[in-house]
Nanobody
């Protein structure tokens, strides 16, 4: 059973930094893509950043230049370095992964980690 576990969330002042990590278990295959999503109270979950198996990255406009997604050295891990945090970055951040084997696609979610940015 594939499991994703996020860590690194917390409370930080505006302008501060946090580094989120996502550690996975249960898969013998390298995920095709890994991503971070976030969901603020009363809002829909949105994609924050994604990295694919080739290392290509994409970011939502609001975090471009402030956040960096990277694959970890350990198998199937991903990090999100968040700098210059703003109160509007406050949300629960979720790790997401996609695995494609032949014609079958599966995706997985972590439980989420709370990020709170105070003004």
């Amino acid at each position: 059973q594939v499991q994703l576990q996020e860590s690194g969330g917390g409370l930080v002042q505006s302008g501060g930094s946090l580094r989120l990590s996502c550690v996975t278990s249960g898969s013998r295959h390298r995920f095709d893509s890994m991503a971070w999503y976030r969901q603020a109270p009363g809002k829909e979950r949105e994609l924050v950043a994604e990295i694919n198996s080739s290392g290509a990255r994409q970011y939502t406009d609001s975090v471009q230049g402030r956040f960096t997604i990277s694959r970890g050295n350990a198998f199937n891990t991903v990090h999100l370095q968040m700098n210059s945090l703003k109160p509007e970055d406050t949300a629960v951040y979720f790790c997401h992964s996609v695995l494609r084997i032949a014609a079958h696609t599966a995706d997985y979610w972590g439980q989420g980690t709370q990020v709170t940015v105070s003004s």
